[in-house]
């Protein structure tokens, strides 16, 4: 099948699609009524809280037998439902597959209308279909801000490095012994903690270069963490901040730049599904937003080269998706 744009009711269409997809979807994201009680223009957005749980239930019974054995859900929701949401989706996936909630700061300015508090953020609920142990999600690119504090002093063939913490805690025994540096200083670990590496290893790090005693020989040691050996890119953390990801008035941005005539009322921004994009799948990778909205999840997997399928109720199927 090619890249799928679905006019029609979501539990009905999901249905239609597990003969075809079970198990095939690498990542699902979905932005569904938040139930908050305003007035929406594209959703019923005021349902009683059970009812709005009722309606939730079978359709996140059916994503789960669309993902992938290593795929994952993505949920956004606010608080006026997400605790009611974890527990249904802890009953649904499992509460051994929770990977984490993610927290998203839509906004960066206050509501002075607001008597209480302004919220600013959105929760979005993280579930792998089988949490295992080789479950992992891709890297997030590193930064040149990331990289600003590798430097290359004494000019390693292997090239820009940084130093490391030298002892860890709480002490090893074994791993308690002296050290001198070249020059002649005694080095013995912290009281309670004990050096990061075993006397063998040290000697065979030492003999490598891999051993940092500041320019003039006199520093506590310290090993040399190579940029060019670290991971590719860094593990992505669980609050995201408008400068990362965007905020409302982004999407809002992004929706009035096709469309002048209807903004939609809740888009997410591109790099926000950008994001979750590149830590959930690869190209090539299904995806699927069954609350479609004005299309940016569909557009952004279009953009990375994922195959998507997308399902609007809406006329907004037409007019933005």
């Known amino acids: 099948a090619e890249n799928m744009l679905i006019h029609g009711d979501n539990l009905l269409a999901l249905k239609a699609l597990e003969q075809d997809f079970a198990g095939k979807i690498k990542c699902i994201y979905i932005d569904p009524p938040y139930n908050t009680g305003s007035a929406f223009a594209h959703y019923d957005d005021n349902l009683e809280h059970s009812m709005w749980l009722n309606l939730m239930k079978p359709r996140l019974d059916l994503l789960r037998n669309l993902l992938s054995d290593d795929g994952s859900i993505w949920i956004s929701i606010d ?8 527990v249904l989706c802890d009953e649904v996936f499992g509460r051994r597959n929770f990977i984490d909630e993610v927290i998203w700061q839509r906004a960066y300015a206050p509501v002075n209308l607001k008597k209480t508090l302004s919220r600013s953020h959105d929760t979005i609920l993280v579930y792998a279909k089988d949490f295992n142990q080789k479950f992992e999600f891709n890297k997030l690119p590193r930064t040149a ?15 820009p490095w940084k130093v490391g913490n030298p002892s860890v805690g709480p002490a090893v025994e074994k791993n308690i012994y002296e050290i001198v540096s070249p020059s002649g200083r005694k080095q013995l670990p912290p009281k309670g903690r004990s050096w990061l590496y075993s006397r063998e290893k040290f000697e065979e790090l030492l003999a490598d270069n891999r051993i940092w005693f500041g320019k003039d020989g006199n520093n506590i040691w310290a090993p040399k963490i190579f940029l060019s050996e670290v991971r590719d890119g860094v593990v992505a953390q669980t609050l995201w901040t408008y400068q990362e990801v965007g905020h409302n008035q982004d999407a809002k941005k992004e929706i009035k730049a096709f469309n002048f005539e209807s903004v939609f009322d809740t888009p997410k921004p591109e790099r926000l599904i950008q994001r ?10 299904w995806v699927l937003d069954s609350f479609l909205g004005s299309g940016t999840t569909a557009a952004v997997a279009h953009k990375m080269g994922r195959r998507w399928i997308g399902i609007e109720l809406g006329d907004h199927c037409y007019t933005h998706c």
Not at 79 to 86: D, I, Q, R, V
Not at 145 to 157: A, G, V
Not at 276 to 282: E, R, S
């Open 79 to 86: 608080s006026y439902e997400s605790h009611y949401l974890k």
């Open 145 to 159: 801000e990331q990289n600003k504090d590798y430097k290359n002093p004494d000019n390693d063939p292997r090239g």
């Open 276 to 285: 979750i994009l590149t830590l959930a799948t690869n190209p090539g990778d």
